[in-house]
């Protein structure tokens, strides 16, 4: 039986004959820019289609920023989508910068026609749902957590982001795998690289080499508005923020700009360990905040030869946190999961690829997996610079 294709613009024309303009720019409609993800015909990225009479055609596309370092990521789907629209012969692609004027009018477009700076998951309707990774004390794989469970809930299909709170000790763009990449700026706005389907943003991405941030809580206050604020990280279905380990500047800060966030308290099983814990969650009592539940990390070696479970760290810590924060708060607080440890956890942490997606079945990347499950699920429903913070800034 013969098919009717007339109404499809992609398919006019023939191998015999010139490609129109029309299926040209059909075609351009499905390249997404790498950084904003919405296709280039929809953000005014498309500044001229040039179809010669043997069928070669020239486009001509507009860049954010001069530097863009995804200029040729863009050439390339360009080309690629362009080359396969019948009657092309031949593609090139001349890249051009957007004027002053053309970047205002796309912040404002993103932005949705508004000006001010907002944080936009505490405003409401926000279907954002926010969490706070939080621990007592450092070296609990509180971060290990946060850029598994994110890599998991992406996997599963939802529009995940990854704040990297820890101002001074972040090391989330190494765990999660974004290598030497650096945000893009568009006005003021900034648009956050991704790794593994999240979206990610680090006080990392704009300090030369290993340099440490010596900075005092109105910084801190003000990098952290600015993550959330100057950020485009577009219709997300999770942001997970990376707190620093304590009870701090951020931790007060994070309630102030983001007061529907709730909190994951990250423990390990021995004692020491706990007790900081439950007195970082408590926290949530002053701040009138949500304490979603408790994740004991580093709970138990499976012996290589036998494997029965080694308590290297002792047990039941992630159980007292939990006991006692549902007594301090009121309110049940349950015990997520129970990560053994795992040696392909910590390499996937230095690798940049986590174990949730280079392991899934390992017995740390099911249980995280099964963590991100929940966690995901629950609303899953109802979603489908003053400090100058650029990435060529040195601070």
């Not at 098919?3 to 004959?17: A, K, M, Q």
């Not at 351009?28 to 500044?47: F, Q, W, Y």
């Not at 765990?175 to 650096?182: F, H, I, P, Q």
């Not at 580093?298 to 290589?304: F, K």
Request: a negative charge; proline letters at 7%; charged letters at 20%.
């Amino acid at each position: 039986m013969a098919t009717d294709s007339s109404s499809d613009p992609v398919r006019e024309g023939s191998p015999d004959s010139s490609p129109t303009e029309e299926a040209v720019r059909t075609a351009l409609a499905s390249v997404n820019d790498p950084e904003i993800h919405r296709p280039i015909t929809d953000l005014g990225m498309v500044k001229s289609v040039e179809i010669a009479p043997d069928g070669t055609v020239a486009v001509g596309i507009y860049l954010t920023v001069s530097g863009c370092p995804m200029r040729e990521t863009i050439t390339s789907n360009v080309s690629e989508a362009v080359q396969r629209v019948p009657g092309v012969t031949g593609v090139s692609v001349e890249l051009d910068v957007m004027s002053d004027e053309q970047r205002r009018e796309l912040r404002d477009s993103l932005r949705g026609g508004k000006t001010e700076r907002e944080v936009p998951f505490a405003q409401p309707g926000s279907l954002t749902r926010v969490y706070c990774v939080a621990s007592g004390k450092g070296g609990v794989g509180k971060s290990s957590v946060t850029v598994n469970i994110a890599a998991a809930m992406a996997a599963d299909g939802l529009k995940v982001g990854v704040v990297d709170a820890d101002i001074y000790g972040h090391s989330i763009p190494r765990m999660l795998g974004t290598g030497e990449s650096r945000p893009t700026q568009v006005e003021d706005m900034i648009m956050p690289p991704s790794a593994h389907g999240v979206k990610v943003i680090s006080i990392g991405m704009f300090t030369p080499g290993n340099a440490p941030v010596v900075w005092r809580g109105p910084m801190l206050h003000r990098a952290l508005q600015q993550f959330l604020a100057d950020v485009f990280w577009g219709d997300l279905d999770v942001l997970l923020l990376d707190l620093p380990p304590g009870t701090g500047d951020i931790a007060i800060s994070v309630a102030q700009l983001v007061p529907n966030a709730e909190i994951l308290v990250v423990t390990t099983p021995q004692q020491a360990a706990a007790e900081v814990a439950e007195r970082a969650g408590s926290i949530a009592v002053q701040t009138h905040q949500k304490i979603v539940g408790v994740i004991e990390n580093m709970a138990g070696l499976p012996c290589p030869h036998c494997d029965e479970m080694v308590d290297v760290f002792g047990t039941g810590g992630g159980q007292r946190v939990a006991e006692g924060l549902t007594k301090t708060t009121g309110t049940h607080v349950p015990v997520l999961g129970s990560i053994p440890i795992d040696v392909r956890l910590r390499e996937g942490g230095d690798e940049g690829k986590p174990v949730v997606l280079s392991d899934p079945d390992s017995p740390a990347g099911s249980t995280i997996r099964a963590m991100a499950g929940k966690l995901g699920g629950r609303e899953r429903g109802l979603s489908g610079m003053s400090l100058g913070l650029t990435p060529s800034n040195k601070f």
